[in-house]
């Protein structure tokens, strides 16, 4: 017996009711929350930055540094906003519009950010040195992490792994978004980033990532969930990508707390929190935040992205800067406060106006294409 013949009803049948779509403010609001976690593992947790930054040992922090030690889990609900979001932004859309989307969401505001934080560690190199201009320029492209090279700010390693989600994910929308493709692509993703994990093929591993593959994999069923709702096959592989995400989470717990913490993490809470992600995303996902919809949300959601890109390097030489001018909670809200404003003003200087036209161009050079003018008279005579 096949696979697909035991869905519980027939594909075409489900695919043709689906959820409308629309959407989902409390997604913009989860976004900020995990942004927020891993700027407090910065701020108070990593003990190489707290250091730094602050001056102090992290342990000076008490029971708040033990709890910002768990903030890099922030990452791993954004992999699964991202699995979400992302196939339920581009179902119906062709590849090039797909990747059109893609260049437009990610690079304008990244590019700022490279610029405006290289431009900071120049002026004030007091807890990080600038990187060198040819690295600098490599970093506009996004593609330092596969070539081996530093990032301007360390938060960017987690774009190339974004980078590899899409790569993989536009094989799918080429051949066509359904439920039947979907979702036997995330089983074979799944099971194909387990079979890699312990080969010796480094490029297998990379394009696959199996430390990371179950939380992109769980984004993208809970999507399908919200769309079509639940069935067997989804629950099933919801449940497996939730296993395995605890198992990589605890590995990845002792590896972070022997490299950048000065205690050791615990696998319960990490469990626990990873546990908490899975749930609030399925209620989202089962339609029962659908009345949510405050604007406040939705403008928490705009400005995830740019606060991500620069409140590493940046916070920790605003803090350096106040750190003997006020009590640290004061200097650690200002903060958060001063990077949030300079999140808003990336992207309503830079992000909006830089993705208008970057968007325009590409869509006429993707038009022009299409246009036979622009081929050889031969080929035209083909056609």
């Given at each position: 017996?096949?696979?697909v013949?035991?869905?519980p009803?027939?594909?075409?049948?489900?695919?043709?009711?689906?959820?409308p779509?629309?959407?989902?403010?409390v997604i913009?609001g989860?976004?900020?929350?995990?942004?927020?976690?891993?700027?407090?593992?910065?701020?108070?947790?990593?003990?190489s930055?707290?250091?730094?930054?602050?001056?102090?040992?992290?342990?000076?922090?008490?029971?708040?540094h033990?709890?910002a030690?768990?903030?890099?889990?922030?990452?791993?609900?954004?992999?699964?906003?991202?699995?979400?979001?992302i196939?339920?932004?581009?179902?119906?859309?062709?590849?090039?519009?797909?990747?059109?989307s893609?260049?437009?969401?990610?690079y304008?505001a990244y590019?700022?950010?490279?610029?405006?934080?290289?431009?900071v560690?120049t002026?004030?190199p007091?807890?990080?040195?600038?990187?060198?201009?040819?690295?600098v320029l490599?970093n506009?492209?996004?593609?330092?992490?596969?070539?081996?090279?530093?990032?301007?700010?360390?938060?960017?390693w987690?774009?190339?792994?974004?980078?590899?989600?899409?790569l993989l994910?536009?094989?799918?929308?080429?051949?066509?978004?359904?439920l039947?493709r979907?979702?036997?692509?995330?089983?074979?993703?799944?099971?194909?980033?387990?079979v890699?994990?312990?080969?010796?093929?480094?490029?297998?591993?990379t394009?696959l990532?199996?430390?990371?593959?179950p939380?992109?994999?769980?984004?993208?069923t809970l999507?399908?969930?919200?769309?079509?709702?639940?069935?067997?096959?989804?629950?099933g592989?919801?449940?497996?990508?939730?296993?395995?995400?605890q198992?990589?989470?605890v590995?990845?717990?002792?590896?972070?707390?022997?490299?950048e913490l000065?205690?050791?993490?615990?696998?319960?809470?990490?469990?626990?929190?990873?546990t908490?992600?899975?749930?609030?995303?399925?209620?989202?996902?089962?339609?029962?935040?659908?009345?949510?919809?405050?604007?406040?949300?939705?403008?928490a959601?705009?400005?995830?992205?740019?606060?991500?890109?620069?409140?590493?390097?940046?916070?920790?030489?605003?803090?350096?800067?106040l750190?003997?001018?006020?009590?640290?909670?004061?200097?650690?809200?200002?903060?958060?406060?001063?990077?949030?404003?300079?999140?808003w003003?990336?992207?309503?200087?830079?992000e909006?106006?830089?993705?208008?036209?970057l968007?325009?161009?590409?869509?006429?050079?993707?038009?022009?294409?299409?246009?036979?003018?622009r081929?050889?008279?031969?080929?035209?005579?083909?056609?």
């Amino acid at each position: 017996m096949s696979l697909v013949t035991v869905v519980p009803e027939p594909v075409a049948e489900r695919e043709v009711r689906p959820r409308p779509a629309g959407r989902l403010a409390v997604i913009d609001g989860l976004r900020l929350m995990a942004a927020l976690m891993v700027a407090l593992y910065h701020y108070a947790g990593y003990a190489s930055g707290v250091h730094d930054a602050w001056g102090v040992e992290s342990s000076t922090f008490g029971w708040v540094h033990h709890v910002a030690g768990y903030g890099f889990l922030g990452v791993q609900l954004f992999f699964i906003i991202s699995g979400f979001v992302i196939c339920m932004s581009c179902w119906g859309r062709t590849p090039s519009a797909f990747l059109r989307s893609r260049i437009t969401r990610l690079y304008p505001a990244y590019w700022g950010a490279v610029l405006l934080t290289t431009a900071v560690l120049t002026l004030w190199p007091t807890v990080r040195e600038p990187q060198d201009g040819n690295v600098v320029l490599l970093n506009l492209t996004m593609l330092e992490h596969p070539l081996g090279q530093p990032e301007v700010d360390g938060v960017y390693w987690t774009l190339w792994n974004e980078a590899l989600f899409y790569l993989l994910f536009t094989g799918l929308v080429w051949r066509g978004l359904t439920l039947r493709r979907t979702t036997l692509f995330c089983y074979g993703w799944l099971i194909s980033s387990v079979v890699v994990a312990n080969s010796d093929s480094d490029l297998l591993r990379t394009i696959l990532q199996p430390d990371f593959a179950p939380f992109f994999v769980a984004g993208i069923t809970l999507y399908l969930i919200h769309r079509f709702g639940p069935d067997t096959l989804l629950w099933g592989l919801l449940g497996t990508s939730f296993l395995l995400a605890q198992y990589w989470t605890v590995g990845r717990m002792v590896s972070v707390s022997k490299k950048e913490l000065d205690f050791q993490l615990s696998p319960v809470i990490g469990i626990l929190l990873i546990t908490a992600f899975f749930a609030v995303m399925t209620v989202i996902a089962l339609g029962w935040t659908a009345r949510v919809r405050w604007r406040w949300l939705t403008t928490a959601g705009l400005l995830t992205y740019p606060f991500y890109l620069l409140h590493e390097c940046i916070g920790w030489t605003l803090i350096h800067a106040l750190r003997h001018s006020a009590p640290r909670p004061v200097v650690f809200l200002a903060t958060l406060v001063a990077m949030l404003g300079a999140a808003w003003l990336l992207h309503r200087l830079v992000e909006r106006p830089v993705a208008r036209v970057l968007r325009r161009n590409l869509d006429k050079a993707v038009a022009a294409l299409d246009r036979p003018e622009r081929m050889p008279a031969a080929v035209v005579a083909q056609r």
